[in-house]
């Protein structure tokens, strides 16, 4: 891919979803592009780039974006967050809430919600309010990873980081395809739905008790970050908590709207 391509494809990209495509990404970009190559049976990228322009439709730019975006998550990444989320649930529960509201603002391929399903569950009954009304908000701009998250089908490699006694509660062999299909008791607490974060105000109305919006600012640049702060404060009520990735840091004007609690973890004050 040459130059001015590149530029003019990234800029095209940034306009539509905000990702940030630095000039180290060009062989990554010409690597991942060339799926859409094959599929749409185009000679080459400015072919390609004139296809965008004056061609597609709403359909491909969602393939585009669905092979740009980067997409890597684990059950219980960064658990020190959710020994927070479990703590606070706990808290909230024990002190006569009895409506709460989550949002994980890229779920990926589902691991993230999912988890914050599991500790929810766990806070819940440790306070002995299971009948507390706990809903989840995943969302992510990627209709394919959606597809996965609705899925629920996970690799045995993948449920190692969940503790045994969760695994075996939440989750069940699928002999037809060898993964393990979340249950439905864990997938109840939560609706998927396509969002780009790109581009605000959200539909969401708040107030939220807890956002994970982690490991996706570091692909946008401060203006698009700026907008996505602004949203959080405006959804989230006074003294919920705001995770973000641990290569990330709030910056801004933001900041002083929130007390840092812990690594990449704050509460809106």
Known sequence: MDGATFNKLRSMIYDRCGITLRDTKRTMLSARIRKRLRSLQLDGFPRYLEYLVNEADEEEWVQLINVVSTNVTAFFREPHHFDELFKAVKQWASGGQRRMRFWSAASSSGQEPYTMSIVIR?????????????????????????????????????????????????????????NYQVSPTLRQMITFARLNLAEPPYIMKGPLDAVFCRNVMIYFDNHVRSNICDQVLRLLKPGGLFMIGHAESLQGPQLKEFVRIGASMYRKK
């Open 122 to 178: 766990r806070a819940l009954q440790a306070a002995g309010r299971q009948d507390t009304d706990a809903k989840i908000l995943a969302t992510d701009i990627s209709t394919k990873m959606l597809s996965m998250c609705k899925a629920g089908q996970y690799p045995a490699e993948a449920l190692k980081p969940i503790p045994n006694d969760e695994r075996n509660r939440y989750f069940q062999l699928d002999r037809s395809t060898g």
